[in-house]
């Protein structure tokens, strides 16, 4: 078997910083956006909002703050929760 000089033998997710690849090309295109909107129009809400993504998006230990607030949505407002006594 060959080996790689990458993380987990090329099983691991690509990783720019603290994003992953996909989460730092949609903060680049949003920022791009954001820059021509505040140039343009004098808001600064979707600057704000691009912020807020990329506050919520850094990857530590494989997980993200936006992650586990998907996870408690699903737990708390879409799952159903089947509770047994005993």
Not at 30 to 59: D, K, N, Q, W
Request: hydrophobic residues 50%.
């Amino acid at each position: 078997m060959t080996h790689y000089i990458y993380p987990q033998n090329l099983k691991a997710t690509a990783n720019m910083w603290l994003w992953s690849l996909r989460d730092f090309a949609i903060m680049g295109v949003a920022a791009l956006l954001s820059i021509v909107i505040l140039v343009e129009l004098h808001l600064m809400l979707p600057a704000t909002a691009t912020l807020c993504y990329g506050f919520l998006t850094i990857r530590m230990d494989d997980t993200t703050i936006l992650d586990f607030i998907r996870y408690a949505g699903r737990y708390f407002i879409t799952t159903q929760q089947y509770y047994e006594w005993r």
